[in-house]
């Protein structure tokens, strides 16, 4: 059975995955370090974990299986989680998966190593747009349905 993963802290579709693991009847984990309202809805389980640092990524990575899927901007989360089978969907409808991770992981440490070596770097990312959003529901859409066939 495939299962959701949301890193919630700071994840921007929370409700839009919410709606789609209800219609196709798929039980979904909220994973948080806290402050995160509860759903009502029976397949959502709110997981708190601790407030260290990564606690959540850790908690996902521990219980992802293949198959399910992972929704996170966390670069070593994802690396993790499809090492364990999982499929990786950015909140922005980048699929993340064994054959692009590698590039994805060199590219997120050279930036880290130019920013440590630069303190005046200063990199602002886009905002989330609308188009970021439809493109997430396409991409989670895509893959849950890849995800029950196999």
């Known amino acids: ?37 509860p759903s009502p809805n029976p397949l959502v389980q709110t997981v708190v974990v601790d407030a260290s640092a990564d606690a ?10 293949q198959k399910d899927v992972v929704i996170t901007n966390d670069i070593p989360l994802a690396a993790r989680a499809i090492e364990n089978g999982a499929i990786v969907v950015k909140p922005n409808g980048e699929v993340i998966s064994a054959k692009n991770i590698g590039s994805i992981l060199a590219s ?28 997430f529901l396409n991409a989670l859409e895509r893959v849950i349905v890849t995800s029950l066939k196999n």
């Not at 299962?3 to 921007?12: G, T, V």
């Not at 959540?56 to 299986?65: E, G, L, M, S, V």
């Open 1 to 37: 059975m495939v299962k959701l993963y949301i890193d919630a802290d700071a994840c921007p579709v929370k409700a839009e995955v919410e709606r789609v693991a209800t219609r196709h009847g798929l039980e979904m984990c909220v994973v948080s370090n806290g402050g995160i309202r």
């Open 108 to 135: 997120r440490n050279l930036m880290a190593d130019l920013r440590a070596s630069d303190p005046f770097f200063i990199s602002k990312g886009r905002p989330f747009s609308k188009s970021d959003r439809s493109n």
């Open 56 to 65: 959540a990524d850790k908690w996902i990575a521990d219980q992802c299986t």
